[in-house]
Each structure stands twice: as C-alpha cells, then as structure tokens.
C-alpha cells in the first residue's frame, strides 16, 4: 500500500494491488534494545559466523497469528471473509506453498537472510515519496553543560559555543569510526546471546543515491575517508579532519577547520554563494534522481561534487540561527530546518548545531535501525567532557575545499520548485513533546509492570479514549539475535488490549478488574514481543510471500492479499517506536498514515519522553489534543495501580 496514493485521492483498487507502505515506512520504526557488551578483548564482528539465519516461520503459525491480530479489529462477517481467504492461502499444495518455496530457495541464495534485499528494496530503495519527514528520523541531544545557552547570539552569526560543540561531537564521531574499523567496539549481547553487529558498517560514510526506478543505498567498510562535509547557510566544503595517514589531530584543530568554514561562507559575495542543492535531496525521490542525472550531466565538477558529499564520513550542517529555546518548538529545525535548507537528507548521519551551541541529529533510516546511531549518540553526548583523542597528533590537515556546482536554468528551477514543496509538507506536519517526570521505569518495575508494554497499553487507552474505538498499532521489535536481522512488528492492538480500554473505561469495573485487565493484555503484548524477537511475526513473512508472486495470475489467485483486511490490519494509525532511555537524547518521526500520529517514547527511571506528529491537513488529527490525553492516560493508570 502506497500512503501517497491515500495523499492524492487515489482510488483502494490501486492500494491492493502495490506493496503496503505501512508494511514499508512503519515497520522501519526500531525499538532501541538493552544490550550488554562483551570484554574489551572480543573484536566486533567476532560472533557473526556463530549467529543463525533468521528463521522463515510455517504458513501454519503465520496464519494462525495473522488471523488472532484481526479479531480486534474486524466484524464477525469481516473476519469470516478474512479467514476464508487465508485458509484458502495455506491449504496443502496451494499458492502459499510455491510462495513458501520461494522463499526458502531466495534463503540460499542470500548472503545474510532471506529478508535482506527485500526489505531494503520495499522497506526503503521503491519508495518514491521525499525522504525529509516520511523516512528521515531526528534525535535532539541534551544541552551541553559546559556551554552557555542562555543568551543566543544575532542572527547571522556562528558562534565559538557551536564550533566548540561540533569539533567537541566531530572527534567523538571520529573514535568511534576507528572502533568499528579496528573491531574494537565490543561486542553487544542480550543477555548472553549475542546481537548481529553488521548495522555498525553501515553509518560512516553511508549514503543514498536517488535513481531510477529504485534508489540505491551505499555503505562501506571500512571507512577510512579522512574528511567529513560541512554546510553552512547552503554552501557546502570538504573538510579534512584527521592526517593524510588517518592521524588523529586535537579538537582545536577541528575546531579551526570548522572556523575556516565560517571564515570562507562569510567572505563569500552573494553573488558568487552556490545554487542550495542539498534541497533537492528533500523532494520526491523521481524528481531528485532526474534532477542528480541532470547534475552528472552538465560537467564532470558535479561528478566530483557529488561524490565528494556521497562519501565523507558525515556531514556538520552550522546554522547561523538558534531556534526556540523550547523544546517543542526546537525540535522541528532538527526535523526539517523549517524550509529543507541547509541539510541533505540522504547522508545517513547529518550533525546539526545551531548558534546557542544546541545540537541534534537528522538520520537517512535506509542502512540501519535506530538503536545503531543511538549507540553511537549516547557516546557522543556521555563522552562530551573526553572526546580529545588520547595521543592527538600534529600532523597539517589539508586545506577545506569548497564543493561546487554547475547548474543551469532547468536545476534552478527545480530547486525553486523543491523549496516550495518542502515548504507545504513541512507546513503540514503537527510534531509535538511531552516530558513526563511523575514517574518511569522504577516505579514501573515496582508495581510489576513491563515498562514497554505499560507504555503501549496507555497508548491504546489514549487512542480509545480520544477517538471511542481500537486501531491497528504498530510496535518494532528487534531481531539482531540473526544474522542482519533488523525489526519486526509488534501488533500491539490485540483482544486483551482492547478488553482493557472497554474496561478500564467502564463505570462497572473496580480497581482490581482494571488490575486484571491490565496485567492480562501486558502479558499478550510481551508474548507477541517475544515472538516477533524470534522471528516469528507476521509482517515480514508476509511481505516475503507477497514478494515471492511473479504473474497477474497467481496476484488474483493471492486471496489473503486481495481481501481489504490485509490493507486494513497494516493501516497504522498509532506507529509507534521505543528509543529509551532518552536521558542524553530524544527523538521522533513523521506519521505514516494521512490519520494517523507518529509517536516515539523514551523510558527513563524517574520519566518518559514522547515526541507526537500528524498531519494538520487531516481534520481528525491533532498532536496537542492528543498529547493532553496521553497524559490523562498515564496520571490515570497510575491511579489504578498505586
């Protein structure tokens, strides 16, 4: 299902027969997992050989799970139709079975799972939407407490607290290359099973390519570029950070190279200031791929551009402005700078610092999950007193160079365009915060309560409260105990889920009943976690089916597809995903349904965190109401359970 279709007015017949997007966008949504790390003496990627390729689950248990996750959301007639087709699907020597097959022989041919390349291809590459807000996640760091923030300085200007705090990020970013390229960032385990570390080759240097028809996704390992890229206000230069032999130089020479950045934006006439191509990388993804071969085109500078900003470590984007010292307004120049300038959303990892010295990140979700960066954002922030490098060097570092382009009238007018339509998307996105500090995770733990699934389930309180009805909500779960495993969803409306808020609701139902139903829709909750963690979900699988289908005849003869539950099980009004403990950072995402509301939290010990987006074209959505009714939720269920 494409959520562009629903955007334009397309017609449900078209949305049955193309691949779902909340199957795509929604389920990319990682739920950051606890992990433990291994000795210093382990090398990174040493249990790889010893990890087992992600399962592909029997027709019989897919069915049987599939089928339970509709009971809340379809008639009785509905889910007779429903689960005629997916009999008809599974039956001894049906379509699923050849499908099935299909699976299993992809399973022998790919490298790490039979998942992999499909999931990269209709999870992310097909989508043609623009990246900016619709697959681009945004974390917002703590503010440093060695820095003043109190007082920002003018407009216009880039300040030493920013340049301070980037260098300061810079050199962390720059250690924690070298681990994953020497192999000595530990090893991480959950519990003593150990976790697929494969997504760690896969943030330096990473990037997407836009192209047709499918986008491409770059990464390489290891990553030995000496040099990362820098914007400011749209200009854009190659910065070397490290020796010409990869030696590592002290913060205050990083810090001078960002100054000569400043130095050289400032001194540029506005005459002379290059076209702000990177708000090309906001637009469709078809627009942007014409329009980067229409780059390649006009001379072999725009080559050497490119791939100059393709292949730096990371990008450093210096706004010479500080947004609203509040929080819920902040965030959103972390999101999407307010009008797309002065980003390029395909690096994998852009580094925003605004001139009050606040930071934050905004993240291409393509080559890997959020707990990858998250990791690599909590040393950041943790290590902010100690990112000197332990033996700096004095080694010269070549001079910045700045990226040029050549453009004509044709990509001027394109950018025009791009400016305009990055506008009205961002315009259209409602994205607000809540930090709750009445209780976390202890206190959780103290009434006997999974922290995640307390959380989902006041999400499902809020939702039926707000609108008097359940709704499809997706959940992620992480499946690193494979082979390149990535996620899989969590459908957490179920029966119990929805028996609790008709309960919890109820004039009828004493404290102890609302306890009852509590406890009793957690524990469904977690034993679809565990399952989902196993590899034994439902939306991967089928999706893998799905994909396994080569002719128009087996696509009718395809059932279980064809009937509108399949569309309306996925259509994820509540999209959900867990980024805790959010003490150094915090972070969001767009809505994945025209409806519905994209919504991230974060469990510390003594609060949760929250970020809430919608559309504000849609009448029936809003973030700031819901918001008031999350928390009414969360006082309330506490109520029950003190």
């Known amino acids: 299902m494409n959520v562009a279709s629903f955007r334009s007015g397309h017609n449900v017949a078209r949305l049955l027969t193309s691949l779902s ?5 929604s389920q990319v949504r990682p739920r950051v997992a606890r992990y433990s790390t291994a000795t210093p003496s382990e090398k990174t990627f040493q249990n790889q050989s010893k990890l087992p390729r992600l399962p592909i689950p029997s027709l019989a248990e897919t069915a049987a799970r599939y ?16 689960e005629k087709a997916v009999d008809e699907f599974i039956k001894p020597g049906g379509l699923g079975e050849t499908l099935q097959g299909r699976l299993h022989e992809m399973d022998r041919t790919e490298k790490n799972s039979w998942l992999e390349t499909i999931w990269l291809n209709k999870g992310y590459l097909e989508w043609r939407e623009p990246s900016m807000i619709n697959v681009n996640w945004w974390a917002q760091f703590k503010d440093s407490p060695h820095f003043n923030l109190e007082h920002a300085p003018p407009r216009g200007v880039v300040s030493d607290v920013q340049i301070q705090r980037a260098a300061n990020y810079a050199s962390s970013l720059l250690t924690f290359n070298d681990l994953v390229n020497s192999q000595t960032l530990p090893a991480e385990y959950q519990r003593s099973t150990p976790l697929c570390m494969n997504q760690y080759k896969n943030q330096f240097g990473a990037y997407r390519v836009a ?33 010409p032999h990869g030696e590592r130089v002290s913060i205050k020479a990083i810090e001078q190279q960002l100054r000569n950045v400043v130095e050289a934006v400032n001194n540029t006439p506005e005459n002379e200031k290059q076209a702000a191509v990177g708000v090309l990388t906001s637009e469709n993804r078809d627009t942007w791929a014409k329009a980067r071969q229409t780059l390649l085109g006009l001379s072999p500078l725009n080559h050497a551009s490119l791939a100059s900003i393709d292949n730096s470590l990371f990008m450093i984007c210096l706004d010479d402005y500080s947004s609203d010292r509040d929080i819920d307004v902040s965030h959103h120049n972390i999101f999407h700078a307010g009008n797309a300038h002065n980003r390029w959303f395909d690096k994998s990892m852009q580094f925003i610092f605004e001139s009050n010295g606040r930071a934050g990140i905004n993240g291409e979700h393509t080559p890997a999950d959020a707990v990858i960066p998250g990791r690599i954002l909590d040393e950041l922030v943790r290590n902010e007193k100690t990112a000197e490098p332990k033996e700096p060097t004095h080694a010269l570092l070549a001079s910045i160079e700045p990226i040029k382009f050549v453009v004509n009238d044709e990509i001027k007018e394109t950018i025009k365009q791009a400016e305009v339509n990055a506008k009205k998307m961002i315009d259209n996105v409602d994205s607000c915060l809540i930090h709750f500090n009445e209780y976390g995770s202890n206190w959780l733990k103290s009434v006997k309560c999974s922290p995640d699934a307390y959380v989902q389930m006041a999400l499902q309180l809020a939702y039926y409260r707000h609108y008097g009805t359940s709704t499809p909500t997706y959940e992620s779960a992480s499946t690193r105990i494979f082979l390149g495993g990535r996620t899989e969803t969590v ?14 609701e109820s004039k009828h139902a004493d404290t102890t009943e609302k306890q009852r139903l509590l406890q009793k829709a957690i524990a469904t909750h977690l034993e679809y976690m565990m399952a989902a963690s196993a590899g034994k979900g439902v939306d991967r699988h089928l999706l893998g089916l799905r994909s396994m289908v080569q002719t128009p005849e087996e696509q009718k003869k395809a059932l279980i597809f064809q ?8 259509y994820f009004k509540l999209s959900s995903s867990n980024m805790s403990p959010g003490d150094n950072f915090w972070g969001g995402f767009g809505p994945v349904v025209p409806e519905g509301y994209g919504i991230n939290y974060a469990i510390g010990k003594e609060n949760i965190k929250f970020s809430i987006s919608s559309l504000r074209s849609c009448k029936e959505t809003d973030s700031r109401q819901f918001r008031e009714t999350i928390l009414d939720a969360l006082r309330d269920m506490k109520k029950t359970l003190a």
């Open 563 to 570: 009937d509108p539950s399949y569309i309306q099980s996925m």
């Open 211 to 243: 192209e047709l028809p499918r986008d491409r996704i770059v990464t390489s390992w290891p990553t030995t570029a000496n040099y990362i890229t820098v914007m400011m206000r749209d200009q854009i230069f190659k910065v070397p950070v490290t020796g």
């Open 21 to 25: 997007r909340p199957q795509l966008l």
């Open 491 to 504: 459908r957490s409306c179920s029966v119990d889920s929805v028996a609790f808020v008709k309960g919890f």
């Open 67 to 82: 089928k339970k996750s509709l009971l809340p959301i379809l008639s009785e007639s509905e889910l007779a139709r429903a």
